[in-house]
């Protein structure tokens, strides 16, 4: 009662500090959610297909070259290539970055990284091919989906808020975390309990892992409001290295009801963000 009681009087001046919970900016023009096996059967090898860039708006043209779990494609031309360039902002990466794939009528929801690897068999002035996961996708290595290609295909949907108001904490952790990986605000301010200028703080991140979590059956904490969950938490920092969190991620609900929230601010500065 006395934890509950302490939760209460802490979200009642987070509200009057003005820093209550809030929405990111709307999306519109949501892709749809279309399983992979039907994706498989729409865009088959040798297809060719737009991608939009959900944050930028921009658009290129891709060819689907192989892939048997996910899509393996190449920019159509250099022009293609050099705007795929432009949209991570001019330098490649394995950041996943939310999309849609546009086929005919079709808008899909999707997430591509933008590295390139692997065979070429265009002339478009890229060294390899790039992936594009779509609902139900793996990697090569796993049976499952990537958890950051995940939400970026509910991002590009606008069914994020909806995932995350059914995730039980430690999904929302996980994903909270992969917020920062893919240094996606959009994701990490709709998990966070309070309002923070994220961009210079995820700027700074070159990668995160989590190595430890504790974990109680989600089943315990059906009337939990306060949870704090001991983790531990590899960073890559740039121009700093490698640097290790071992702690508690403090997480506050409004309601048995409500959906879970990472308490941000004390989580930022024992993980030296300030």
Same mark, same amino acid.
């Given at each position: ?46 297809? @060719? ?11 290129? /043209?891709? *060819? &689907?070259? %192989?892939? !048997?779990? +996910? ?19 001019? @330098? ?11 086929? /005919?009528? *079709? &808008?899909? %929801?999707? !997430?591509? +990284? ?161």
């Amino acid at each position: 009662m006395k934890k509950a009681v302490c939760c209460f009087l802490l979200v009642i001046q987070i509200l009057l500090n003005g820093y209550g919970v809030h929405a990111a900016n709307e999306i519109k023009d949501n892709g749809e959610i279309t399983d992979w096996n039907k994706v498989n059967d729409l865009l088959p090898k040798y297809s @060719k297909f737009t991608v939009q860039d959900m944050e930028t708006g921009k658009k290129f /043209k891709v *060819q &689907r070259r %192989a892939g !048997s779990h +996910h899509a393996d494609v190449q920019p159509l031309t250099v022009k293609d290539t050099k705007i795929m360039k432009k949209i991570y902002g001019g @330098k490649w990466s394995w950041k996943r970055r939310a999309i849609y794939v546009i086929h /005919k009528k *079709q &808008r899909i %929801a999707a !997430s591509m +990284h933008g590295m390139p690897h692997g065979a070429g068999a265009l002339h478009n002035n890229f060294p390899g091919h790039f992936c594009i996961h779509f609902y139900g996708s793996t990697t090569h290595r796993t049976n499952s989906m990537d958890l950051s290609h995940m939400l970026m295909i509910y991002k590009a949907s606008g069914k994020l808020n909806e995932y995350l108001a059914n995730a039980d904490p430690y999904q929302v952790i996980n994903a909270y975390i992969a917020g920062f990986k893919q240094q996606d605000s959009v994701i990490v301010s709709k998990i966070s309990l309070q309002k923070v200028k994220w961009n210079p703080i995820l700027d700074k991140v070159e990668n995160v892992r989590i190595t430890r979590l504790e974990i109680l059956p989600p089943e315990d904490l059906t009337q939990e409001i306060s949870l704090d969950v001991p983790a531990e938490i590899d960073w890559y920092i740039k121009e700093v290295g490698r640097q290790k969190f071992r702690g508690q991620i403090h997480l506050i609900r409004f309601s048995p009801a409500d959906v879970w929230r990472v308490d941000s601010k004390p989580f930022i500065k024992e993980n030296n963000f300030n």
